[in-house]
């Protein structure tokens, strides 16, 4: 390889580095360029500092490995690495009694897709205190369609409270006491037809009393940013694109504000269709605290579960108020296309 392609590549690179910094969660188009697997941050300037040693770069090596090297610099924290795992001692420590065990997920339609039995089992099997659910619907002729399976909730789930947002459903061993709305889900009225509640209630908010300390659980499922079944050769397809893109940024904004608001503990967790190296997240990043150190996954990639898994799109926060004792991703089995989130907690005495 000669040492103008080494450049011309690293150029490329740099370039898009540098416009992921800038544009990242700024511009709506951005969004596209936003899909590429964070571990690229890594690999790439790692894949071109060992090719800089090939005989036929050796008239730019002394130019482009320092260059290399700080790009790699700026990707380490764009690679969605737990480099906590490095640092012995950087979780809460042992979880006192009364923790509470907190599962998110992803269930990709709920059971509409697989054998009902066997997704019940599945879930119950976790013995959580509260769940975290998401995508509670059917998928009908390519469009999101409702459905009505709380009558089966509660019989699987007997002294469960049971709380449900369009396509989020939150179950608690404790008493939900409050649910306040966030964000464009405070415009719904209660006879809100389904696919508005849908379109606006992407954060479930619930106020659960655990054995008299009020803890606030949001279940987050922020819109994915594009629709594949779209052309990227029709005009439509970036139309879509623009209008998810400002859906998105509400949602986010209504939630960092409504977190930033609320004196009691906060939990945060759901799918955000978000990766490490979109800048989307940085506003709830800098008011809150991701429970990774807590997990002894160096990588952890939660989508696609079953496939190429490149991307983490599932996320837990907590502020000050809240400890989190142990994070796991568990595989769904077969049953959705999101790994599991699994957490232990324990509310700041």
Do not use: C
């Not at 090939?54 to 008239?59: D, E, K, M």
């Not at 998401?134 to 009505?148: F, H, K, S, T």
């Not at 949001?218 to 397809?237: A, E, K």
């Amino acid at each position: 390889m000669t040492g103008r392609v080494l450049v011309a590549l690293t150029a490329l690179w740099a370039a898009y580095s540098l416009l992921n910094f800038a544009l990242s969660g700024r511009w709506w188009l951005w969004l596209l360029a936003d899909l590429v697997p964070p571990l690229g941050f890594l690999a790439v300037p790692l894949a071109l500092l060992a090719l800089v040693w090939l005989p036929g770069a050796r008239p730019v090596r002394r130019w482009l490995v320092p260059v290399l090297a700080l790009l790699l610099l700026t990707g380490l924290t764009r690679a969605g690495v737990n480099w906590a795992v490095l640092r012995p001692g950087a979780a809460a420590g042992p979880a006192p009694a009364g923790a509470l065990k907190v599962v998110s997920w992803n269930t990709e339609y709920w059971d509409t897709t697989d054998d009902a039995g066997r997704f019940y089992r599945y879930l119950r099997a976790k013995d959580a205190d509260v769940y975290l659910l998401q995508e509670y619907l059917a998928w009908v002729d390519e469009r999101p369609a409702p459905i009505d399976r709380l009558a089966r909730i509660r019989s699987e789930f007997p002294g469960y409270h049971v709380a449900v947002l369009g396509e989020q459903v939150t179950l608690s061993r404790f008493p939900v006491v409050a649910r306040p709305a966030v964000g464009p889900a405070r415009r719904l009225e209660s006879g809100s037809p389904w696919r508005e509640v849908f379109e606006r209630g992407k954060v479930l908010r619930t106020d659960i009393d655990v054995r008299g300390r009020v803890v606030s659980f949001y279940n987050v499922h922020i819109p994915v940013q594009l629709d594949i079944l779209r052309s990227p050769l029709t005009g439509g397809f970036y139309e879509e694109v623009q209008r998810r893109s400002v859906a998105r940024q509400r949602q986010y904004e209504a939630l960092r504000r409504d977190v930033a608001a609320n004196p009691r503990p906060v939990f945060v967790a759901g799918d955000f269709n978000t990766t490490p190296a979109m800048r989307e997240l940085d506003g709830l990043r800098g008011t809150l605290r991701d429970a990774l150190p807590a997990s002894g996954t160096l990588v952890p990639r939660t989508w696609k579960a079953g496939g190429p898994s490149l991307w983490r799109l599932d996320w837990a926060f907590t502020d000050e108020q809240v400890r989190v004792h142990r994070y796991a991703f568990d595989d769904p089995a077969g049953l959705s296309d999101h790994q599991l989130q699994e957490l232990v907690v324990s509310p700041v005495p």
